[in-house]
């Protein structure tokens, strides 16, 4: 079974600019989270998605956005890139529901901002 | 959301068991314990998860206090692969987890 992928693997924009990334997951999977990890912040939630809703969320700036699409396919939009976006963005799909199932991570995007 | 405290890092000889603790004294009790590690370059990889009694798997054990305010991820035979962060997390009935700082464990030949 294929697990999750993610792309591109590396992106370089400027500040101002927006990007948009994508995660397709695990098949079978219904839901899908978005993380983003830095140094100085570690990994941080920015939202989970399961069919098609928005059914948990972050803290993070409306900057940050998501949807997934009928394939549970998700991608993820910055807005006006600052500076303090560059970090790795990863994808984590499940089977979700209420069960406590593991969650499978692809391998991240790589953002820099310039 | 309740936290989860963690010491920065462990060192471990190969081929030795591991102990790596984990505290969360605000834990509810509907908070599943998840163990999650990473490996350096890579996305986290699920290790282990429980609710109130130990837990073993291929990969590790999971120890539980009886009053639930911390555990232990028990690796019984440590390896080089085994180096990574290694996070506890307390996870709710939802999808999201929150991420500490993470035990950074060293293995040594």
């Known amino acids: 079974k294929a697990g999750v992928t993610q792309t591109p693997r590396y992106l370089i924009k400027t500040r101002g600019q927006q990007v948009t990334l994508s995660c397709s997951p695990i098949?079978?999977?219904?839901?899908v989270s978005w993380y983003q990890q830095t140094p100085g912040q570690g990994l941080q939630f920015l939202f989970e998605?399961?069919?098609?809703?928005?059914?948990n969320k972050g803290n993070f700036p409306g900057r940050f956005s998501g949807r997934q699409f009928s394939n549970s396919r998700s991608e993820m939009n910055v807005s006006t890139l600052e500076l303090g976006d560059s970090a790795l963005y990863l994808c984590?799909?499940?089977?979700?529901?209420?069960?406590?199932?593991?969650?499978?991570f692809g391998p991240g995007t790589r953002l820099t901002v310039t | 959301d309740a936290k989860t405290t963690q010491p920065n890092s462990m060192e471990s000889n190969e081929e030795e068991p591991v102990h790596l603790p984990c505290n969360h004294s605000?834990?509810?009790?509907?908070?599943?314990i998840h163990w999650y590690r990473q490996l350096p370059s890579q996305g986290p990889e699920y290790v282990i998860h429980?609710?109130?009694s130990n837990v073993n798997n291929r990969m590790a054990s999971l120890a539980i206090a009886e009053d639930r305010k911390s555990s232990t991820l028990i690796l019984h035979r440590a390896t080089l692969r085994d180096a990574a962060v290694y996070y506890c997390?307390?996870?709710?009935?939802?999808?999201?987890?929150?991420f500490g700082t993470g035990t950074r464990l060293q293995v040594f030949p």
């Open positions: 984590a799909s499940s089977l979700g529901g209420l069960v406590q199932y593991e969650q499978y």
């Open positions: 429980g609710l109130t």
């Open positions: 997390i307390l996870r709710d009935n939802t999808d999201k987890l929150i």
């Open positions: 998605y399961f069919s098609e809703t928005q059914r």
């Open positions: 605000t834990i509810s009790g509907t908070d599943y």
């Open positions: 098949s079978g999977h219904r839901s």
